[in-house]
């Protein structure tokens, strides 16, 4: 007996995919760029200084996330000053000569004192000489300390209702966080402005004492020195490898606040950053007050990263990193840059081998209790990237 199969196919599933492509257009007086069908509505914009501006107007709930973001970071630390970005990031809290002062005329000459005081203890080398130095700075700095209005910015942030305010310093990124109230972006916008117009390194020396503790609780973290050596081990030309984000104990040790806003002076540029906003706005409107408010930055040339290209790894490279947490096992492959799209695979094998449910090492050896932990995760950056994969073993095996 002969079978007719018959197949019925819907006009719907034979629709094409939607097309996502990069378009144009005008609106309130600027221009900027989008991407169709994107479900976000998100605008790329370009000021006349350069500054990058992302909205993505949302309308959900009346409160705006910012991100205002600088491409610097470790990567362009330094090499006699590791960890600038990470404590400059940390000083972009203190105010500026406007706000954080509570006599701005007074307190200026003895921040002069502690800056030339750094200076004179990094060209000191004897240990009695230094120790007498460091006693100084601390002199000054109690002084100092008198004219400064603790934690301004962070009081004048909640007083708008902000939330979430925060940053954070990486590889290739420095990331200032808040989520204010739709009704107090003029408010904010003026504060952000301003922040970034001419910051002081007021309250250095406590400051960075809780840079110092900070890198100490992370000399006594397994998981940091197994990430450290993997990337030291994977990139000998590169920053990626040869210095770390918070620094090393030497540096931190030796600050130089002229470096500090030699560094500011040659990143903290428009052209070099973006301002990032998603949540209740029109973005019509608010383009023109981040306008207002970015507008009298100058953009300046920005010195290009420049490295030798990494080695190939021919055969694997084993390391053992001691410490007091259980044993675990991190492996890593080094990947090209962002601009590669061996990166969107590796993102996906990450997703599919580990993504908290259904991933292929979360059912075949978390869930069967193979392994305590368990995960994977492609790590991108501009000039290369990582995929890396560890675990945790259970109790005696």
């Known amino acids: 007996m002969g079978v007719l199969a018959l197949s019925?196919?819907?006009?719907?599933a034979m629709a094409q995919a939607p097309k996502f492509e990069w378009k144009e257009a005008t609106s309130g007086g600027y221009t900027y760029k989008y991407v169709t069908n994107d479900p976000s509505k998100a605008r790329f914009y370009t000021l006349k200084n350069g500054l990058t501006v992302v909205l993505s107007p949302t309308n959900k709930d009346p409160r705006i996330q910012s991100y205002v973001a600088v491409?610097?970071?470790?990567?362009?630390?330094?090499?006699?000053?590791?960890?600038?970005?990470?404590?400059?990031?940390?000083?972009?809290?203190?105010?500026?000569?406007?706000?954080?002062?509570?006599?701005?005329?007074?307190?200026?000459?003895?921040?002069?004192?502690?800056?030339?005081?750094?200076?004179?203890?990094?060209?000191?080398?004897?240990?009695a000489q230094r120790k007498s130095i460091y006693h100084e700075i601390d002199s000054v700095s109690g002084v100092a300390s008198k004219f400064a209005i603790a934690n301004e910015y962070d009081k004048m942030l909640s007083a708008m209702g902000a939330q979430g305010t925060n940053a954070f310093t990486s590889f290739e990124q420095t990331v200032y966080t808040d989520d204010v109230p739709a009704s107090s972006i003029d408010k904010y916008l003026a504060v952000q402005a301003e922040r970034f117009r001419n910051p002081q390194l007021r309250i250095f020396h406590t400051e960075?004492?809780?840079?110092?503790?900070e890198k100490n609780r992370g000399l006594d973290t397994d998981g940091r020195k197994v990430i450290e050596k993997l990337f030291a081990e994977l990139f000998k030309n590169h920053n990626y490898g040869l210095q770390t984000t918070i620094g090393t104990i030497e540096h931190l040790k030796n600050p130089s606040l002229v470096e500090i806003r030699k560094y500011f002076n040659t990143y903290y540029v428009p052209n070099n950053m973006a301002v990032v906003m998603s949540g209740d706005f029109n973005p019509d409107v608010l383009i023109a007050k981040i306008d207002k408010s970015f507008g009298y930055m100058q953009n300046k040339a920005i010195p290009k990263y420049a490295f030798q290209p990494e080695a190939p790894i021919t055969s694997p490279v084993v390391v053992e990193v001691?410490?007091?947490?259980?044993?675990?096992v991190t492996i890593g492959y080094r990947l090209p840059g962002n601009k590669s799209k061996d990166v969107l695979l590796a993102d996906l094998v990450g997703q599919i081998l580990t993504n908290g449910k259904a991933g292929l090492m979360d059912l075949n050896l978390v869930k069967k209790q193979k392994l305590l932990?368990?995960?994977?995760s492609a790590f991108t950056l501009i000039d290369y990237g990582i995929l890396y994969m560890s675990g945790n073993a259970t109790q005696g095996q």
């Open 322 to 328: 001691l410490g007091p947490d259980a044993e675990s």
């Open 8 to 12: 019925f196919v819907s006009a719907g």
């Open 71 to 127: 491409k610097a970071g470790s990567k362009t630390d330094p090499a006699t000053n590791t960890g600038l970005a990470h404590y400059l990031e940390h000083m972009l809290f203190k105010g500026t000569d406007k706000y954080g002062s509570l006599d701005w005329s007074k307190e200026k000459p003895e921040l002069d004192k502690i800056d030339a005081l750094y200076e004179k203890y990094n060209k000191t080398t004897d240990a």
């Open 208 to 213: 960075l004492e809780a840079v110092y503790e």
């Open 373 to 376: 932990r368990a995960g994977a």
